[in-house]
């Protein structure tokens, strides 16, 4: 019995194997691609960014001046100033989601939900992203307030009191926002739903005025916000070492308890939107 060997022409290689990527490259690469993408939009770095600074450069110091500001030791232009991030942040998350319908409709995610990565990245990448561009647009607020005289109190503890729950604030609002984008299929609709979403939580949050300042019921409601808790936690960090917002939602003596409790809020609305909109938006690819 005899044995045929077939041989391989020298030219010719085994194909190539198809390396896996890395978890930190992959997101690395998907974060990277929606920066380039939103680095093309120049409106959803800027305008979000517009309104805040007009609230917080020309109406906090107007404000100030016709009504005597807290009569307290708040430097009330100072406190409009970290308020005003209460706006800024929820409208870039909400733009952010909105560029993730577009790249849906038109752009390359059909052929991204092909690669060998986890569906998670994707959301994952986007909140690297989103993170970076509200670090970029909450900085250039405060410098421009510190500019123009607002009185901040910044020390080591409360600089890492104020990242804390501005990272975590901006966490949650793009949690809703890829949550949303992930369920609505038109942009006509999400952009309905922006005011409700970014714009009126910004009233009922403390970041005008205290929220005991306002009737009993809305107060309440105020205490279930998360951004009631991120701001009262920021101005802690910055501008109310005596921690006045935590207090109106506590209502306890030891402020850094208080402190704790709200970073605890904020964090566990983080975990639970960055969860959802995961879970949501791999069901909506799968469809």
């Known amino acids: 019995m005899s044995t045929t060997t077939l041989a391989v022409p020298s030219g010719l290689t085994p194909p190539a194997v198809r390396r896996i990527p890395t978890a930190a490259a992959a997101l690395a690469t998907l974060a990277k691609r929606r920066a380039s993408l939103t680095s093309r939009t120049p409106r959803q770095i800027a305008v979000p960014l517009l309104g805040p600074l007009l609230l917080a450069l020309v109406a906090a110091p107007a404000l100030k001046a016709a009504t005597g500001g807290l009569r307290s030791h708040i430097d009330y232009a100072a406190f409009i100033d970290i308020g005003t991030i209460g706006l800024l942040v929820p409208l870039s ?22 690669a060998p990565v986890p569906r998670a990245y994707l959301v994952l990448g986007n909140l690297a992203v989103a993170l970076v561009l509200a670090t970029l647009q909450v900085t250039v607020l ?26 975590l604030i901006t966490v949650f609002t793009y949690g809703v926002a890829e949550t949303l984008a992930s369920r609505i299929h038109k942009q006509e609709d999400y952009t309905a739903a922006i005011p409700a979403v970014a714009i009126l939580p910004f009233f009922f949050a403390g970041a005008l005025f205290p929220i005991n300042a306002m009737p009993a019921a809305l107060t309440t409601v105020a205490k279930f916000l998360p951004l009631t808790h991120a701001l009262a936690l920021m101005r802690y960090a910055f501008v109310d070492p005596r921690g006045t917002g935590l207090h109106a939602i506590w209502g306890m003596s030891n402020v850094t308890t208080e402190a704790w409790l709200s970073l605890g809020v904020v964090a566990a609305f983080a975990a639970a939107l960055t969860m959802i909109s995961i879970r949501v938006f791999s069901r909506s690819a799968v469809g």
Request: with cysteine.
């Open 93 to 114: 998350c909400i733009l952010a989601g909105l560029s993730v319908i577009i790249d849906r409709e038109q752009g390359a995610q059909r052929e991204l939900l092909a």
């Open 142 to 167: 405060l410098a421009l307030a510190a500019l123009r005289g607002a009185h901040f109190s910044i020390t080591g503890s409360g600089m890492a009191w104020f990242v804390a729950a501005a990272v």
